[in-house]
């Protein structure tokens, strides 16, 4: 459970706070995590998956944003559009038609993954796009010699260029995302503060840890992330708390709250840290940058 708060009030005069202000929405005392140093070097990356078998519950958001934040503190990023929907493709403004996408690559081993990147209008971002074709290629990969293991070859091929990849993952527990927990070595996973997306948790974690024993002994489970956050409501609150309850430190203290900027932001095909950079959302995701370079789990 939760620490127990006292009534100790703020006092003006003195400019003591109290307690209960100084706890964020996770039940844990309220940091402002140091901005990262500039790297004197770059690569080769560190790959983490965003992952969550259910829908709807931020992780291309979360790609998008955590991908530009991280660029903004110098950082070479390397977003990977893994889902058919291409939505990720299609909220950093990039072509997926008529180009050559991840699933080309999967299907490939002569095209040059190089040859799929595509710059974005954030400097120090990269995405390699993806399209509904790629909603075909778990029925070419089934019959492959380690197929669990094609994306992870692919991505080796251009680690060196980057420090952080980003794998935004489709909905489902199915081969493209148990080649994505191959190739990585952290998972983050995004949950919105709603109870049937609690439920689905347990299951993904049993999925990592059997990928962890089967094919990937490094990956790590960098943290729990509450997205669509909303205080105003006893259903919000009481899901956060459950999950720290269950799950502890791996829940990250960084909570994205619900705003309508994010699919405002979407339309604009732009990262909300460049549509409304002073807005409460993209302070939220500057701090969640910061807080994933103080776990270790980014350069």
Not at 72 to 96: C, H, I, K, M, N
Not at 127 to 155: F, G, W, Y
Request: one cysteine or more; a negative charge.
């Amino acid at each position: 459970m939760r620490p127990h708060v006292t009534d100790e009030t703020h006092d003006p005069a003195d400019g003591t706070a109290s307690l209960e202000s100084d706890l964020g929405p996770t039940g844990r005392p309220l940091r402002d995590f140091p901005e990262p140093p500039p790297l004197t070097s770059h690569g080769p990356a560190r790959i983490i998956a965003l992952c969550n078998q259910k829908g709807g519950v931020g992780k291309t958001t979360t790609t998008i944003n955590l991908g530009a934040t991280l660029a903004e503190y110098g950082r070479r990023v390397l977003a990977v559009d893994f889902d058919p929907q291409g939505a990720l493709s299609a909220g950093l403004g990039v072509q997926t038609h008529d180009v050559p996408t991840i699933y080309d690559l999967l299907l490939s081993r002569q095209l040059d993954p190089a040859d799929t990147i595509q710059h974005t209008g954030t400097p120090n971002l990269d995405v390699i796009p993806a399209n509904i074709d790629l909603s075909a290629a778990e029925v070419h990969l089934v019959t492959e010699v380690a197929r669990e293991q094609i994306l992870a070859s692919v991505l080796r091929r251009v680690s060196a260029d980057y420090d952080v990849i980003l794998i935004d993952c489709q909905p489902s527990l199915g081969l493209l995302t148990v080649n994505a927990l191959t190739a990585s070595h952290g998972v983050v996973i995004p949950l919105e503060c709603e109870y049937f997306a609690l439920r689905g948790v347990a299951l993904l974690i049993e999925t990592i840890d059997k990928v962890r024993d089967r094919l990937n002994p490094a990956i790590e489970l960098d943290g729990i992330l509450a997205t669509m956050y909303d205080a105003r409501t006893l259903h919000s609150r009481e899901v956060l708390e459950r999950v720290v309850d269950a799950f502890g430190d791996k829940v990250l203290e960084t909570v994205i709250t619900r705003t309508v900027k994010f699919p405002d932001a979407t339309v604009a095909a732009t990262p909300i840290t460049e549509f409304a950079p002073d807005h409460q959302a993209s302070r939220s995701y500057r701090q969640l940058a910061r807080e994933l370079v103080d776990r270790g789990a980014v350069a």
